[in-house]
């Protein structure tokens, strides 16, 4: 079991344990619009009738009242994250000693931009 959790999306997973545990993905109010509702993504298959990863709800069962322990750092050494984000908004850092897009190791680390 645990090999097989660790090869599938976490939305996989949720939905495969909402239909293992006898759920069901009749909604009460189901969606008939054909454009997705804004955050598709986070709604419940069982409650909301979307496809989503029901992370919503997870938040509000599993981590309702509850602060974290201690500050995780992720980096992310990629591009096409949106730093902008309204959720990332005083929680990003970017390095100010390096101008991106110049082609120059401004901050000389050893890497360009």
């Known amino acids: 079991m645990r090999k097989f959790l660790k090869m599938v999306p976490l939305g996989a997973v949720l939905l495969w344990s909402s239909v293992a545990f006898g759920g069901s993905f009749q909604a009460e109010t189901p969606v008939t619009d054909s454009v997705p509702p804004k ?3 986070n709604l419940d298959p069982q409650d909301n009738g ?3 990863t029901a992370s919503d709800k997870t938040y509000e069962l599993l981590l309702k009242n509850k602060s974290p322990k201690k500050t995780v750092v992720v980096a992310v050494i990629d591009s096409g994250v949106d730093i902008d984000h309204e ?3 005083g929680r990003i850092w970017t390095n100010p000693k390096e ?3 110049n082609g120059i190791d401004d901050d000389r680390n050893g ?3």
């Open 39 to 41: 955050e598709w993504i």
């Open 50 to 52: 979307v496809l989503g």
């Open 111 to 113: 890497y360009v931009d």
């Open 99 to 101: 101008i991106a897009g």
């Open 87 to 89: 959720d990332l908004q």
